[in-house]
């Protein structure tokens, strides 16, 4: 299984970035797949995951600003973000995992993570 992120940036405060996560290996459409983010000094957060039937989930933080979708033909998911805030700045990573129930926005049930990508938003 391979897991990799892309489309980070350096923007400023108010613009938009889309992420990229591309995998081999995983068949998107068959697990639960997550955009999560880690600050420098804080720990490892969920931003938005998405369940097998495109049913999706936020952290409070960025409900209205992203939007996370699949593209299943491509096996990749996006994280389109909108509205950049300074605190939006971390290193952004992509995880896909066989989660029971609910694709929760915790970060144990994952199993295969990218490297991630460095998301900088500056005032």
């Known amino acids: 299984v391979k897991v990799t992120e892309s489309g980070g940036g350096s923007v400023e405060a108010g613009a938009s970035l889309t992420l990229s996560c591309t995998t081999t290996?995983?068949?998107?459409?068959?697990?639960?797949m997550g955009w999560f983010r880690q600050a420098p000094g804080k720990e490892r957060e969920g931003v938005a995951t998405?369940?097998?039937?495109?049913?999706?989930w936020y952290a409070d933080s960025v409900k209205g600003r992203f939007t996370i979708s699949r593209d299943n033909p491509k096996e990749t998911i996006y994280l389109q973000m909108s509205g950049l805030k300074p605190e939006d700045t971390a290193e952004y990573y992509c995880?896909?995992?066989?989660?029971?129930?609910?694709?929760?926005?915790?970060?144990?049930?994952?199993?295969?993570w990218g490297q991630g990508t460095q998301v900088t938003v500056s005032s």
């Open positions: 998405i369940e097998q039937d495109d049913t999706t």
């Open positions: 290996g995983v068949t998107v459409s068959d697990y639960c």
């Open positions: 995880a896909a995992g066989y989660v029971s129930g609910y694709c929760t926005l915790e970060t144990a049930p994952y199993t295969d």
